[in-house]
């Protein structure tokens, strides 16, 4: 395992690139992430841009050799789909087309979101029918790429377990895990023994990883709370928080995950913008120690 970082955290401290931020932070893989039009970010501008089109294969050669040049390695496309779009079918073919440029570059995983408009409204049953057909489309679609497909525990459905349980039993395919998110489950409300378990039990289902924390009040911790409780008062850095991470480590060891360790602090912007650097080379500290 190897600290990366998500790419918007490094420019949001304050670093004028990606490239000066992960070289300040001496990190050398990062998240990248993927917009619709398939304009994915760069280290440092190029013809004063600070994204690339990724539509032809062209493209993506100048893309790949833009990261050679800097020696920086990706270690997943982050998407924002939404598998109940009004047009689905533009959506898979969007996702389809991420993951067949991560792997002409190499990039071992693609992360997908597990929010979609409506997942409250919906049935359980149409909720996880929409994913399923949704990823396996993409699946098959997409046979002869060695990427797999991170889903993260993101928004709501994403962090109820059943829902996971039943996509991935739903698809069944070796290539669709997680992207495994440290404190969303947290966020989501159950308490953090709760949190705990069901990190430890999908482990073996990472493909991917962000990493965040949460400190709750003593009397908060150990209950059941409203989703998203107070979050944006108790974020926190990765080593100040409730959810141990020295025990994640152990967890995603013990299950023979190899691949990064991506930091996507949430607290950063509660910090003075003169501290925020400060703050994110303490994650990356912590989380080398725990390494």
């Known amino acids: ?80 789909n939404n598998f109940n779009s009004p047009d689905p079918k533009a959506e898979i073919a969007w996702v389809t087309r991420v993951v067949e440029a991560a792997a002409a570059l190499g990039i071992p995983a693609v992360r997908i979101d597990s929010s979609m408009t409506g997942e409250r409204e919906l049935p359980f049953d149409q909720r996880v029918g929409k994913f399923v057909e949704a990823l396996g489309a993409v699946i098959a679609n997409t046979a002869k790429c060695p990427v797999d497909l991170g889903i993260e525990n993101h928004g709501v459905q994403g962090n109820q377990p059943e829902f996971l349980k039943a996509v991935f039993e739903g698809v069944g395919s070796p290539r669709l895990g997680m992207t495994l998110d440290s404190g969303n489950f947290y966020w989501y409300g159950h308490p953090i023994e709760r949190v705990m378990q069901i990190l430890k039990d999908l482990a073996p289902k990472a493909k991917h990883t962000h990493l965040k924390n949460i400190r709750y009040p003593a009397d908060q911790r150990g209950v059941q709370r409203e989703i998203g409780w107070k979050y944006g008062e108790y974020v926190c850095p990765l080593d100040a928080g409730d959810v141990d991470h020295a025990q994640v480590v152990k967890f995603l060891s013990a299950a023979g995950y190899e691949r990064d360790l991506c930091i996507e602090d949430e607290s950063l912007g509660r910090h003075p913008a003169e501290e925020r650097q400060a703050v994110l080379r303490r994650d990356v500290e912590y989380m080398r120690s725990l390494i």
């Open 1 to 80: 395992m190897y600290v990366s970082v998500c790419g918007g955290i490094v420019t949001h401290v304050g670093y004028p690139t990606m490239l000066a931020g992960l070289g300040a932070l001496n990190l050398s893989h990062v998240e990248i992430g993927m917009g619709r039009e398939m304009n994915a970010g760069l280290m440092e501008p190029v013809d004063g841009q600070n994204h690339m089109i990724l539509d032809s294969d062209a493209a993506v050669e100048r893309y790949r050799r833009h990261f050679a040049d800097s020696g920086i390695t990706v270690t997943a496309f982050m998407l924002g």
